[in-house]
């Protein structure tokens, strides 16, 4: 066998050490001693083993235990922190009661209205629960949203009431009939402004002063427009002679006017008096 070196042990003296030397004199880490299962932890000064727990046991955190934790079954879990035999129960939504073994109650409520909100960072003066800090941010919400239509409109009327004095100023600029406005209230006309007026009476008016009316034989000259009487356009009558009952005017044969001296003395009076003894003859 050797031995250290120098013949003497490789490994400090000092307390705390958890290095050993061996039979050969080299360090090894002293460790206690951990069989299946067991857990290697420390009391706060050395190395020490919790040994394994029993089958369906669970390691709890035990500040009691000289290791700090310990095995413990559910249910004695379940015991030790006063769960078993307490109630839970829900009296409105989102309001919980639990009752535990000595009946004792304690109210949960987990609505908005219920959980506290702090306003000092954001600025929601008075929203003082999540409830109100949420209501709050909707009415600001949809208040910037009516500012911002109520924006757009105006601008949207702003924008005609510029285009429109745009155009009066362009009227007065350029003062054509088509720029003055009429009022076509008590003509009855079509037209809103001077040209519209000007040009709708022109197109009615009759330029030839011929009547239209059904009948009329006076028609406008294709020369000069002028009205005349076309002798065409008179009806040709059968005979020009009256048929009344003392006209002594008779029909030619060329369809004229004439009177014959036999006519005319069979209806002139004599010019011989009758009375006796008148020797006229």
Known sequence: GGGGLGGGSTVSGDTGNTLAAGSDGLPY??????SKGDLLTSDG?????????QD?????????????????????IYNSTGLA????TTTSPGVFVHTNQAGVTT????????????PGISGLLGAFSVQAAIDRIAIDATSALNAANA????????????SALAGTISGLSNPTAVNVAYSNLTSGLGAINVQGAIDELANSANPNNVSSAAGNLIVAHAADLGAFLDAAMLPTPSSIVSSDINNILQTGSDQGAFLSSATLSSVLPSPISGNAPNLLR
Request: overall charge negative.
């Open 151 to 162: 924006a757009a409109t105006s601008a949207t009327s702003a924008a005609a009431t510029a």
């Open 107 to 118: 109210t949960f409520d987990l609505n908005a209205t219920a959980l506290p909100y702090n």
């Open 56 to 76: 369906s046991q669970v390691l709890v955190s035990d500040n009691s235990q000289l290791l700090g934790m310990r095995w413990m079954y559910l249910s004695d």
């Open 85 to 88: 035999g307490s109630t839970l």
């Open 29 to 34: 880490l002293a460790l206690p001693h951990v």
């Open 45 to 53: 000064t050395n190395f020490a083993t919790l040994l394994r727990g």
